[in-house]
């Protein structure tokens, strides 16, 4: 599937469900964006954070809960384990309702645009249970909060570097999933990566697989990359990989989430990074 639209995000930006990023939610709320979308009530929204109201919009949702249902969880800061905690809580808090959906979004920096009144054709247009945010090429995240003691373990163990942890299996997830991409759209060289910031999924399929990325979370970090890794994004990419029907994807078309950052705005409409450039491609 790909749609017809301009290549001027300056215009389109209004068009997405989400947006994700610093550079284009500042962008919205400069702009005197302040529309709250309807969102399906199928539909949980759900946001984690452990610094309350980083984020401007999440008051302006939290005040208008006749248009979506959102759970904000605030964490205690002092308690605040960066990374597995932006799952465990995710997963006991799904285990106890009943919704269809969950939108997870990043406390910090995302923002609902359009309405979302029928999220089964979202995930239908993708032919899977979970669609990510996609984001160019592969990133290496390393968020400066996560702690590093499951990869000094590593490094004491084996002697070496602790980051030869990721090595082989990590370069194969990523060669995996590029190459199930580059079955689908005729992007080669370029890919996009899972961004773990903002998804759309089914809850019943979302409460299975968080249940078997915890198990990964807090297994021996010893036998290297993605046991006992707790970095969120780096293991949703690894269960993308395995996964055999396509139950986890990405929004590699950008036909729904906007990935942002300042050069979005000013890509030329021939790079491969521009946001339009994948939808286009036949």
């Excluded at 954070?49 to 249902?69: E, H």
């Excluded at 959102?70 to 465990?88: M, N, P, Q, S, T």
């Excluded at 309405?115 to 669609?131: A, F, G, H, Q, W």
């Amino acid at each position: 599937m790909q749609i017809e639209r301009s290549d001027d995000l300056n215009k389109e930006i209004y068009n997405f469900k989400v947006v994700h990023g610093a550079a284009g939610v500042h962008y919205l709320y400069k702009n005197g964006f302040r529309h709250v979308p309807n969102i399906s009530k199928d539909i949980r929204v759900v946001m984690i954070t452990n610094i309350p109201n980083q984020n401007t919009y999440n008051q302006i949702y939290l005040d208008n809960p006749d248009k979506l249902n959102l759970e904000y969880i605030v964490l205690k800061a002092e308690k605040f384990r960066c990374g597995i905690d932006l799952i465990e809580p995710l997963l006991n808090y799904i285990k106890t309702i009943d919704d269809k959906y969950i939108l997870y979004m990043d406390a910090a920096d995302t923002a609902l645009v359009c309405d979302i009144k029928d999220p089964k054709s979202l995930l239908d247009t993708y032919n899977c249970k979970v669609l990510f945010n996609a984001e160019d090429n592969y990133s290496f995240p390393d968020h400066p909060c996560v702690d590093k003691t499951y990869l000094e373990k590593y490094a004491e163990h084996h002697s070496c570097s602790m980051w030869l942890y990721y090595g082989e299996p990590k370069n194969n997830v990523n060669n995996t999933n590029t190459k199930k991409l580059h079955e689908k759209v005729n992007s080669a060289p370029y890919t996009k990566s899972l961004n773990s910031g903002l998804f759309l999924g089914e809850r019943e399929y979302l409460v299975e697989i968080l249940t078997t990325m915890l198990e990964f979370m807090n297994d021996d970090p010893l036998k290297g990359y993605p046991y006992g890794e707790i970095e969120n994004q780096k293991l949703w990419q690894y269960l993308q990989s395995i996964c055999k029907n396509n139950e986890i994807e990405i929004d590699y078309l950008n036909l729904y989430f906007l990935w942002s950052h300042n050069r979005k705005f000013t890509f030329p409409v021939d790079s491969w990074e521009h946001f339009n450039y994948f939808n286009k491609l036949k």
